[in-house]
C-alpha cells in the first residue's frame, strides 16, 4: 500500500493528482489481447495497469506519458561502493557506511557485509596479502560475524581459485530444463559467459555501472519497446526519461559517494529533489511490489484459463 506516499504529495500540493481506481481488475483478462499486440508473450506482467492509466489520461486531454520503468538502471543503487571500500581497504568508512545501511534498510549488519563486502574479500587477500591478516581480517569478522579462522580459510579458497583462473558455473544436473533444449540453445554455457567481466582486482562501480547497462542493453530495449506497445495499445504514448543518452553518461561518471552515502541509496537523486519531494518520498528506501495482484489472480483462476 504506497498511499502514505501519494497522500504526502497530495497534501505538499503543486500536482494535479488523479486517482485511478485498479481495485476489482482481472490482470488476466488481457493477456490475449497484448500476446495479440505483441506478436509474442509479455514481459511486463502488470500490462493490466496500462488501459486504465491511459484510459484516465485520455479523459483530462493527456496523450504523452512519462515512463519511469528501469530508473534504477539509469541511476545505480551505488552499492558497488562497498566492494570499492573494501579493495581500498578503507575499514572506518566501510564501517560508517554499512551501519548507515543497516539504519536505513534495518537489515543486520552482517548480512549486509556478507552479500555487499564479502566477495571482495579475495581479492584484498590477493592485493594485500600481509595488510588482510594483520588488519583487514579482524574487521572482515567483526563486520561478518564469523570466526577469523573460519573466514581466512573461505577467503583463501577463493583467492586462489581465483589466482588459477576458476569460476564457478553453472550445473546441467541443477537445470529444470530438459536437456535437448539445454544442448539446443546452448544455455548454459550463455549463462556462463553472461557473468561479469569485471575482475574484483580493477572493481570500480563506474565499471560495474557501464558494465550492467552494456550487458543488460537487450532487456532494457524489450522492456522499453514493449512498455512503448501497451501505451500505444490504449491510445497513449510514451516517454523515457531515465534512458536520456546525457543522463545515463552523467549517472556512470558519477563518483560512488555520490550514488551511496550516509546509508542512502541513489543518494544524489535524493539530494537533488530535496525541495521538491516530501521527506517521506526522499527517505524512503522500499519499492512497491506489484506483482501482488498478478498472483492473486492465478491463485484464483477456478476456471482454468492459465
Known sequence: ??????????????????????????????????????????????????????????????????????????????????????????????????????????????????????????????????????????????????????????????????????????????????????ESTRLIDRINDSRPAISPNNFSERRRHWWSIHHEASGISTIQEEANHLHAMHGGEARHPFYDVRLIEFCVGLPSDQKLRNGYTRSILRRSLRHTLPEIIQRRMTKGDLSDNFVRAVVADSSGRI
Open 1 to 182: 500500500d504506497e498511499s502514505p506516499y501519494l497522500e504526502a504529495l497530495e497534501t505538499q500540493g503543486g500536482f494535479d493528482m488523479r486517482h485511478v481506481n485498479l481495485h476489482g481488475i482481472d490482470p488476466l483478462e488481457t493477456v490475449e489481447s497484448v500476446v495479440h499486440a505483441l506478436g509474442q508473450p509479455g514481459y511486463i506482467c502488470n500490462a493490466y495497469m496500462y488501459a486504465p492509466i491511459n484510459a484516465a489520461a485520455r479523459a483530462a486531454g493527456i496523450d504523452v506519458l512519462l515512463d519511469g520503468c528501469e530508473g534504477d538502471v539509469s541511476l545505480s543503487y551505488g552499492l558497488g561502493r562497498i566492494g570499492e571500500l573494501v579493495l581500498s581497504g578503507d575499514w572506518l568508512s566501510l564501517d560508517r557506511e554499512i551501519g548507515a545501511l543497516a539504519q536505513t534498510t534495518t537489515a543486520p549488519i552482517a548480512q549486509l557485509f556478507r552479500q555487499h563486502a564479502e566477495p571482495f574479500l579475495p581479492a584484498r587477500l590477493g592485493l594485500h596479502p600481509f595488510r588482510f591478516a594483520t588488519n583487514d581480517l579482524r574487521h572482515a569478522a567483526r563486520l561478518g560475524r564469523r570466526p577469523a579462522l573460519r573466514l581466512l580459510a573461505k577467503t583463501g579458497r577463493s583467492a586462489w581459485r581465483s589466482w588459477r583462473g576458476e569460476t564457478p558455473g553453472i550445473s546441467e544436473s541443477a537445470s529444470l530444463v530438459s536437456r535437448d533444449l539445454l
